[in-house]
């Protein structure tokens, strides 16, 4: 049997069941775990904060892309819940929108996010194959917003789903992996020299170093609303 842990902060009672597995002196304290440094704003980052603390992919000047797991209540998110970075950007939550078939995936509306010097995230309605390289994304579980940082992975064949989650994309770190606190944060392919986000980050994986989430792909239905539109 596999077990697997959702990726955002444990503050969250949604997430404390899945970090037990992993233990809080195992956390690392810091964004993912090796890897390296970026700019939040080349990235297209923000960090998401409702009680837990994910990752959040800047998709659009009012839109972010994060996990359902990192905000389950749209009500408190829109009471309590900001998003912000390190360069001063702050921002309420003033609207939370979920995928119909329950997908540990969300949308939420924000003031007007600097867009990052290639412009927004862009999202490419295309699976990634066994194989292919990815990057992962994500602050980590820390304190005052740290530098977020980017891993290199390989995709890997997917696990079934346990617990009805839809993690339809799953990988391998290569250099550097996805620690509580990444969740939300964007799964990225580069297709003829434009890097697009493919998934987002959802669940550590039973092994070492494995992690999966919620391919673009799967809820394009529903992402494609909000797909570059800048």
Known sequence: MHFHGRLGSAAAAVTTIGLAFLGTSTIPAHAISGGVAVSERDANLVRVILGSSCTGSVIGKNHILTAAHCVPDRDAARMYGRVSRADGYSSEMYRVTYPADGADMAVITVD??????????????????????????GYGEADNLPQPRVAQANVIPPYPSPRGWNVSLWFKGVDGYVVPGDSGGPETKVVNGVEYQVGELSALGPYNGEGGGVSVQSEWDFLSYYANRG
């Open 112 to 137: 007007d996010v600097p867009a990052g010097p290639t412009g927004y995230r862009k999202l490419l309605n295309q699976a990634p194959s066994v194989g292919d390289e990815i990057k992962t994304y």
